[in-house]
């Protein structure tokens, strides 16, 4: 039995979302998968009603579960189901008010990344041109998912934002999807000194299977294997994993990015319409990698140990 952890699958952000597409992760064994319920647009209410619908929607499926708890993620993935829990890209669901970290945290969100691409009260974004790092308040709130449980999460943020928060935790920070910088240079991914720092905390660097971050748009295995031998080589079998970045309903994306453009730049767009690696192929990974040469027990430690030890020495 093989635990997949999806660190990062995107619905779209509509209450009314179909949440039976999380059944492609289904693949014979345990899955655990985070999705998002909202970035820098939603407003606490938005993020607040993305959280409830879902929540309800999840748990009309079969065999899926919220998870609230790492024995509950054993529970339903050992018994071959689905757990579920929720992340947040941006914290300006917040609303400014620390104490929201737990409003979400008891709603099922278990990571969240202080900034989405752009500056905000918490501190600065990947596509910014100055990079001032974490804020006072940025430093307050990271203080806070620690105390509450939260993981505090680099993707999307700014190489010092991030380099911060790794600095300042008292619990392992991780990329959730992020891919390798010294391999393909786009402003998401990340450098090596900023996947060490999240190393030294004792976190995991995602790798995504988004096209236009594993290289020209190419979101293969063979691409994501290229990313995730580069950062085991760099950080050590027990500091990598993967996650998806899946989104289910791509013209929604794609219309997201129109309609907010203040949130993205020409990185998103620079190779034509973003291509993403389907579920049905990211459920084959250990297959891959088993005939690369891995270890079952790298495998393994990729595949879903190393976001679950996270997740064991954070959540509350
Ligand atoms: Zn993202």
């Known amino acids: 039995m093989t635990l997949l952890w999806d660190q990062h699958a995107c619905l779209p952000l509509r209450p009314d979302a179909d949440v039976?597409?999380?059944n492609r992760f289904r693949h014979g064994s345990g899955t655990y998968?985070?999705?998002?319920?909202?970035?820098?647009?939603?407003?606490?209410?938005?993020?607040l009603a993305l959280a409830d619908a879902f929540r309800a929607s999840i748990a009309a499926l079969d065999d899926a579960e919220m998870v609230a708890t790492t024995t509950e993620i054993e529970a339903v993935t050992g018994a071959g189901g689905l757990a579920v829990a929720f992340d947040l890209e941006d914290s300006g669901s917040?609303?400014?008010?620390?104490?929201?970290?737990?409003?979400?945290?008891?709603?099922?969100?278990?990571?969240m990344l202080p900034t989405y691409n752009h500056a905000n009260a918490a501190g600065c974004g990947c596509l910014d041109t100055e990079d001032t790092g974490l804020t006072a308040w940025?430093?307050?709130?990271?203080?806070?998912?620690?105390?509450?449980?939260?993981?505090?999460?680099?993707?999307?943020?700014?190489a010092r934002?991030?380099?911060?928060?790794?600095?300042?935790?008292?619990?392992?920070?991780?990329?959730?999807?992020?891919?390798?910088?010294?391999?393909?240079?786009?402003?998401?991914?990340i450098t090596d000194d900023q996947?060490?720092?999240?190393?030294?905390?004792?976190?995991?660097?995602?790798?995504?299977?988004?096209?236009?971050?594993?290289?020209?748009?190419?979101?293969t295995l063979e691409a994501m294997t290229r990313h995730l031998e580069y950062a085991v080589e760099l950080l050590g079998i027990e500091h990598v994993g993967v996650s998806t970045d899946h989104s289910?309903?791509?013209?929604?994306?794609?219309?997201?990015?129109a309609a907010n453009p203040e949130a993205f730049d020409?990185?998103?767009?620079?190779?034509?319409?973003?291509?993403?690696?389907?579920?049905?192929?990211?459920?084959?990974?250990?297959?891959?990698?088993?005939?690369?040469?891995?270890?079952?027990?790298?495998?393994?430690?990729?595949?879903?140990?190393?976001?679950?030890?996270?997740?064991?020495?954070?959540?509350?």
């Open 266 to 316: 020409e990185s998103y767009t620079r190779w034509g319409p973003i291509q993403w690696m389907p579920p049905e192929t990211f459920v084959t990974l250990g297959t891959h990698l088993a005939q690369r040469g891995w270890s079952d027990a790298d495998i393994r430690a990729v595949l879903g140990g190393n976001f679950l030890r996270v997740a064991r020495e954070s959540w509350r």
């Open 33 to 47: 998968v985070s999705i998002n319920v909202g970035y820098s647009p939603q407003s606490l209410a938005d993020s």
């Open 248 to 257: 289910f309903d791509q013209e929604d994306f794609y219309a997201e990015i």
């Open 138 to 158: 940025g430093r307050q709130l990271v203080a806070e998912m620690n105390a509450v449980g939260m993981v505090p999460d680099g993707s999307h943020c700014s």
């Open 94 to 111: 917040l609303d400014g008010d620390l104490d929201n970290v737990r409003t979400f945290y008891d709603r099922g969100v278990r990571t």
């Open 195 to 219: 996947a060490r720092a999240s190393a030294q905390t004792g976190g995991v660097v995602g790798i995504t299977g988004v096209g236009i971050f594993l290289g020209p748009n190419t979101p």
């Open 161 to 189: 934002t991030g380099l911060d928060m790794c600095e300042i935790s008292t619990a392992p920070v991780i990329y959730s999807h992020s891919c390798m910088r010294a391999l393909w240079e786009h402003p998401r991914n």
């Open 20 to 22: 039976g597409v999380l």
